[in-house]
């Protein structure tokens, strides 16, 4: 099986052109049901690299917010393989930088880390010349 990957190195994923936020947000955490809450997609990856900066790979968050949905264990490897035997859509599809002004960091490593939009951080990482740049998808088509 052909292993695929949504891993970007020392890149920048900046906000989407058509991110509606100019502050960077916190998802909401998903609607409540009987069982519980289900959290978003969005609430899955700001809580999964906001509490562990530069631990995870895209890989990672992608896998595990896709396994938790679903109820599979997110260390099942087997499980993992199977998702990466096909493409997957990357952190660029996140709805952290199409809706929530969040732009992710990707070090030497593939791992990441989240940077608010309004930031002097942010501000100095768009313009840096040494990382590969890339935007959040948009929402809507132009």
């Given amino acids: 099986m052909a292993a695929h ?12 052109e058509d991110c509606p936020t100019d502050h960077a947000q916190e998802p909401p955490a998903g609607p409540s049901t009987s069982s519980g809450t289900v959290p978003t997609i969005g609430a899955l990856h700001y ?4 509490e ?26 087997e499980a993992r393989d199977e998702f990466f035997s096909k493409g997957q859509a990357c952190l660029r599809a ?14 030497a490593e ?8 309004e930031s002097e951080e942010y501000a100095r990482l768009a313009a840096d010349p040494a990382l590969g740049h890339t935007r959040a998808m948009r929402a809507r088509r132009a």
């Fill in 47 to 50: 809580r999964m690299i906001a």
């Fill in 5 to 16: 990957t949504t891993n970007y190195t020392n890149t920048f994923i900046e906000v989407a």
């Fill in 110 to 117: 593939g791992r990441v880390t989240l940077i608010p939009r």
């Fill in 94 to 107: 996140s709805p952290l930088g199409k809706r929530y002004g969040w732009g992710v960091l990707s070090d």
């Fill in 52 to 77: 562990h900066p530069f631990e995870r790979t895209s890989d990672d968050v992608i896998f595990a917010t896709w396994a938790l949905r679903r109820g599979i264990d997110p260390e099942d490897g």
